[in-house]
């Protein structure tokens, strides 16, 4: 039988696995009787206090998240020198073993859904988990995906530096290029790890591989993924997005992460829905390939895939409408400025001599021939963007053009002389276009060029240039702030501003009328918000083909709409197609109901007073009803009650508009009939959520009841804070759970002043972190804040005296000659008294005080000793007489005094 440590209170059963720093296994907390994950540092780490500090640090970062999607700690604990943690058990096995067998796109998507809530969760705390990859996202029983292995962890915030300065900490092929150039990361860090899971959940490989831990770094920092394949564009730009280079334009929060996440979900269709994604090495394994990785251009999912598709959900009917992720994502730039030297050889040579930091597969060796290799990258560079500049090629949404090689070479060599000159000249000409398009009051235009302008403003070392991007920014907020100002005052002249568009449309919608074709088709070529023919089909590839149908089914009504506009004058007609253009526009920029002026319902309800049988705003009315259907379940689901109730709300309203029309139509009763059928089941479905909502609640706060009726000490409060915490997730207007919180913090607010009385600042601190973090509006807050601020100036204060005060007492006594005095030895020795009695008062806790009191006390005994030994009593007295005053032990030196 196995030799398993023993820890008091668990009975080990076997290994789960074994790490660089630590093994895990399935034991049984005695206590409770259940099944748990201990974690057991090893013994030959023991010896290094660092070790013990990075375990320590793990658990105790980890004791302080409560997530769900976050693996809980149950306890930590050191017995005869073995470090040690419990963990809630995960059976379900880890992600790469999922991705193996095969998931389907919409799994994947609620997956990384959950993940990203967790680690908006752990980044709202100031946490950088710094490893996310598929083996560290352990799944429970119930098939929910829990973030494991904070082993690497660090708070944004934390002085410590256990690991060493520049070099890279994580597994290379999910790493971000701020880790692959070792420098200080963010949880925006996290997030990119996040895309390139997704990323390899969607297509079945991870975006870089290499021969090498440096040459996938250095593909991180400066190469883009190969785009997805055309069945799964609808994920391009969340992945443009999430894997973007600088961190500015990734997703901020996890919270945005899962937001676009949700859009997608609600967006998939039936055939996305089921469509099964696997590895690589699975498909392989499967039809019976070798174990080498497929490099054929062929895409080897094709005949193995197809067999593994199969239909995981319903059909949902409010999934009928696409989601325009344009109108949520922003254009990603398209390189982030790294800072890349040689040193990356050093940095990749540390990660791969570092065990602990290594994946669990063996590492590729480093390149003997970076240089080399960096050189003639480097050269290939300059030479393309010299002939892109030359060209006049500076920007385009593809690579070819002059940003992207000059960005790419100074990612290589920040230095390289010709790279910075070229830098210059392009900044400087985006600075002369960018004035140019704001004094034509070009918002877009000005905008797109200053946002490339800042992604390289970086290397810009001239002071003029820089002021110039200042001012061009400020010219542009000014610009800014003046168009919404017009909108806001003359909120009519929004289609003022487009009218010889409309005009342009207008006549050609009345010629398609005349000859019976539906203007619909023509919808790409005049392009919504002025978007050309190239780009209207890049916005089409964000809408889902649900949408993409129902827009067809309104073109199959073409004939119905061409009859009924013989009904209407020329100018009649040109209205209502200049309404319905206006109404898919708002439409597709998510204005359903909001603003006033600006909406699409607004606008399909001009149409329908105009011609209540028009098809178009008729299936119009159906899209924005959908869409709010769509909404309502989906906020549901995210158990986000309030927002579910306030788009229950805006259908309600424009459901309640059909009363402003005169005599609607039979087709129009008939809509907004179904549609009010339709809200009383949403209604029904918002009141059984609440009430379950409710019951949970309920639920919680009786067992924070029942925890606080117990001693409470620092461990109970927190497991109170964690219930409250998630009683105000499920309610955040609960006033029973905001008043449980707060007294949380009065309990730590009364610790942590507690510490400060003891002279304990860092504790005091660690209370005050509790606090900010959970009750940021904790009426006390700015007082314990000046508490410790003050103790921490008392404490230094305290160190100058007792500095002080060890200088004059650390001298080597001589007993003068007959000519000699001992006045300045007494002296000495009470003016260090003086410097350790000032140091009390302003820090009366301090440890420093009561060791110098005891060495001040060694000192007199010691020259006392010498004088006695020298026969001159007098001298001696004359020393014991100088302490009298003081307020200290002093009882080794009362003795020795008493026998003279």
Not at 85 to 105: A, H, I
Not at 422 to 449: C, G, P, R, W
Request: charged letters at 30%; hydrophobic letters at 40%.
């Amino acid at each position: 039988m196995a030799k398993y440590p023993d820890i008091p209170g668990y009975k080990i059963e076997k290994v789960l696995g074994k790490g660089g720093m630590a093994t895990v296994y399935l034991a049984i907390q005695e206590n409770f009787g259940r099944q748990v994950a201990l974690k057991v540092m090893h013994k030959t780490l023991m010896e290094d206090e660092s070790w013990a500090k990075r375990f320590q640090r793990e658990a105790k970062t980890v004791a302080k998240l409560c997530h769900q999607s976050i693996v809980p700690v149950y306890d930590v604990g050191c017995f005869e020198q073995l470090h040690y943690m419990s963990m809630e058990y995960l059976p379900g096995g880890d992600l790469k073993d999922k991705m193996r067998k095969g998931l389907t796109v919409l799994d994947s998507i609620i997956i990384m859904k959950k993940i990203a809530r967790g680690l908006d969760h752990a980044g709202s705390k100031g946490l950088v988990h710094r490893d996310i990859k598929p083996e560290n996202i352990l799944f429970r029983d119930d098939g929910s995906p829990v973030i494991s292995d904070f082993g690497i962890s660090r708070l944004t915030d934390s002085n410590t530096n256990i690991t060493v300065t520049g070099s890279m900490v994580g597994t290379p092929h999910y790493m971000s290029p701020e880790q692959a150039r070792g420098v200080e990361v963010d949880p925006r860090s996290d997030l990119y790890s996040l895309g390139v899971m997704l990323y390899e959940l969607l297509t079945g490989d991870v975006p870089f591989t290499g021969t090498s831990a440096i040459n996938i770094g250095i593909k991180h920092i400066s190469e883009q993924p190969k785009r997805l394949p055309e069945r799964l564009h609808g994920f391009q730009k969340l992945l443009d997005k999430a894997m973007a280079k600088n961190p500015d334009d990734r997703f901020q929060t996890g919270e945005e992460f899962n937001a676009a996440l949700a859009l997608i979900e609600c967006s998939l269709s039936d055939e996305g829905e089921a469509t099964v994604v696997m590895s690589q090495a699975e498909i392989q394994r499967l039809s019976g390939a070798s174990e080498r990785r497929v490099t054929a251009s062929v895409d080897p999912r094709s005949t193995v895939a197809t067999r593994r598709i199969a239909r995981v959900r319903q059909n949902n009917a409010n999934k009928s409408a696409g989601v325009p992720l344009s109108a949520f994502l922003n254009d990603p730039k398209k390189l982030f400025l790294a800072i890349v030297g040689v040193g990356v050889i050093v940095i990749g040579a540390i990660y791969l001599t570092r065990p602990d930091l290594n994946d669990n597969t063996p590492s590729p060796v480093v390149d003997r021939d970076m240089q080399a290799v960096l050189q003639a990258k480097t050269e290939k560079l300059l030479e393309q963007a010299r002939t892109a500049m030359a060209e006049k090629r500076y920007f385009s949404d593809d690579q070819n053009n002059a940003q992207y090689y000059i960005t790419s070479l100074l990612t290589i060599d920040p230095h390289h002389a010709e790279g910075r000159r070229l830098l210059q000249e392009l900044f400087s000409h985006y600075m002369t276009v960018s004035s140019q398009k704001i004094n034509q009051k070009d918002l877009a235009a000005a905008e797109q060029i200053l946002k490339r302008a800042s992604a390289i403003a970086y290397f810009v070392e001239d002071q003029v240039q820089s002021a110039r991007l200042i001012k061009n920014n400020n010219a542009l907020n000014l610009l800014r702030q003046q168009q919404l100002v017009r909108q806001v005052n003359e909120p009519l002249n929004d289609v003022v501003s487009i009218e010889d568009e409309v005009k342009d449309r207008q006549e050609t919608v009345t010629r398609e009328v005349e000859s019976g074709r539906d203007a619909e088709d023509t919808e790409g070529a005049a392009g919504d918000d002025g978007i050309s023919l190239s780009e209207s089909s890049r916005v089409a590839e964000t809408l889902s083909d649900a949408e993409t149908a129902g827009e067809a089914a309104v073109a199959d009504k073409a004939n119905q709409d061409a009859a009924s506009v013989e009904t209407l004058s020329a100018e009649e007609q040109a209205e209502i197609d200049k309404l319905l253009w206006l109404a898919r526009k708002a439409y597709k920029r998510g204005r359903l109901s909001k603003p006033a002026n600006d909406n699409a319902s607004m606008y399909y309800f001009q149409v329908l007073a105009k011609d209540g049988s028009n098809q178009k705003a008729l299936a119009g009315m159906k899209e924005v009803f959908d869409k709010y259907g769509l909404f309502i379940n989906g906020m549901l689901a995210e158990k986000d009650y309030a927002r579910a109730n306030r788009f229950y709300a805006g259908l309600s309203y424009v459901l309640s508009r059909k009363a402003e029309l005169d005599n609607p139509s039979k087709n129009v009763e008939q809509l907004f009939l179904d549609y009010e059928i339709i809200k009383k089941s949403l209604k029904l479905a918002i009141d059984n959520a609440l009430t379950e909502r409710d019951e949970r609640l309920s639920a919680l706060l009786a067992k924070a009841d029942r925890l606080k009726r117990k001693w409470l000490d620092n461990s109970v409060n927190a497991s109170v804070r964690a219930i409250y915490q998630e009683a105000l997730r499920l309610s955040p207007s609960s006033r029973e759970a905001k008043k449980g919180l707060m007294a949380t913090s009065d309990y730590e607010f009364t610790q942590a002043i507690g510490q400060l009385e003891q002279g304990n600042q860092t504790q005091a601190h660690q209370h005050m972190a509790i606090i900010s973090q959970t009750t940021p509006d904790y009426p006390k807050l700015d007082e314990l804040r000046e508490a410790i601020r003050q103790a921490e100036i008392n404490a230094r204060k305290s160190k100058v005296f007792t500095e002080q005060a060890a200088e004059l007492i650390d001298f080597n006594y001589e007993r003068p000659g007959f000519f000699g005095s001992n006045r300045e030895s007494r002296k000495r020795l009470r003016d260090a008294y003086e410097l350790i009695a000032k140091a009390r008062r302003v820090h009366p806790f301090d440890p420093t005080v009561k060791l110098l009191l005891g060495r001040l006390e060694d000192k007199y005994v010691s020259i006392v000793r010498v004088l006695i030994k020298a026969g001159d009593k007098t001298e001696a007295r004359k020393f014991g007489q100088d302490t009298y005053s003081f307020v200290w032990d002093g009882s080794e030196l009362a003795r020795l005094l008493n026998r003279i």
